[in-house]
């Protein structure tokens, strides 16, 4: 079909310029802004543009070719490609991809230049079997990435320019897999811990409750808790494992936010899953990730192990 899959050529360095994004518009008005492609011609007609794209040819069938292509990096767009000569390219939501056919035609082609098939080849690290070719109502073939047909803008002037992207909200810069060029979401920030998970604590305190008295909760007001088989001589954690994702440990608080704790054996326990845990009286504390808001005591005497702690470290067996 004429398509080189090859990738022999160099990469073409492109300079990104960043641009803003198109503002409105109708994507099938016909341009009076100078051509796209690489080589700087005279003053363009409505609807002539010049020898980089064939005079007055809609479908685009004497249209420059693309060439090498190449992979630019856009602030804003993350990999977009480009022609050999740095310039976008671009898809329309009107067009389909399965099976490929392009539906701008007349002054949509004259605003949007169609990319013949006849020379493109892959850019560097891009997948070569993305390339194939579509044929236009008029006999010409048109380049596709993706299966979907592939097109300059009038309106970009220079390699970079990204003026397209969004015009109509049809028409996106394309990636080299043929999707919308779209830079990836950043990470996610991490959830806040459920309640009880004690990792965002930062302070320990005393609360009062109507069954257990005073005693101990972090930051967040969540609950803490002792374990019966965790020892104080040496201090150790029997809770390891799947028990350490039910049971969190509170990590180390400054002494200066421990208000109302007693002070003797407020140490901190190097655990050996590599986690750094609290310790009060010398005995390993923990939140409960069954208790879901400040003031929840769910985890006293659970399995007859698992108590809440008074300000002195003591153990709170009535419930």
């Known amino acids: ?46 609807g002539d543009y010049g020898s980089d794209y064939g005079a007055g040819s809609a479908a685009g069938a004497s249209a420059k070719g693309a060439g090498q292509l190449a992979i630019a990096q856009n602030e804003q767009l993350g990999s977009v490609l480009a022609d050999s ?7 329309f939501d009107k067009d389909t991809a399965k099976p490929p056919k392009s539906n701008c035609e ?4 004259k605003t949007w230049p169609v990319v013949p098939a006849g020379d493109a080849t892959a850019a560097a690290g891009m997948d070569p079997s993305v390339l194939g070719e579509v044929v236009r109502s008029d006999g010409s073939k048109q380049l596709t990435v993706g299966g979907w047909p592939v097109y300059r803008y009038s309106k970009d002037t220079k390699a970079g320019e990204t003026n397209g992207q969004g015009v109509g909200g049809t028409w996106f810069a394309l ?59 040496p201090m150790a954690s029997n809770c390891t494992g799947d028990c350490v994702a039910k049971w969190p440990v509170v990590p180390p608080v400054d ?6 704790i007693v002070e003797k054996g407020y140490s901190v326990l190097d655990r050996p899953d590599g986690m750094k845990q609290q310790a009060i009286d010398c005995w390993p504390v923990y939140t409960f990730t069954g208790d879901k808001k400040a003031g929840d005591i769910n985890g006293q005497g659970v399995g007859g192990t698992w108590y809440a702690v008074s300000p002195d470290g003591k153990l709170i067996t009535t419930s």
Do not use: S
């Not at 000569?85 to 671009?90: E, H, K, Q, R």
């Not at 060029?181 to 009880?196: I, L, N």
């Open 1 to 46: 079909m004429g398509i080189k899959r090859g990738t022999t050529l160099a990469a073409v360095a492109v300079v990104v310029a960043l641009t803003a994004t198109a503002c409105g518009g109708d994507d099938t008005k016909a341009a009076d802004a100078k051509p796209a492609g690489a080589a700087a011609a005279a003053p363009a007609a409505a």
């Open 85 to 91: 000569a740095g310039f976008t390219l671009y898809r």
């Open 106 to 109: 007349g002054d949509c082609a």
């Open 175 to 233: 990636a080299p897999d043929g999707k919308k060029a779209a830079k990836a979401a950043a990470a996610p920030a991490a959830p806040a811990a459920p309640a009880g998970a004690g990792q965002a604590a930062g302070a320990l305190t005393v609360a009062k409750d109507p069954k257990l008295g005073e005693h101990i909760v972090d930051g967040n007001g969540m609950t803490v808790y002792r374990f019966k088989k965790d020892t104080a001589w």
């Open 255 to 260: 002494k200066a936010n421990a208000k109302g």
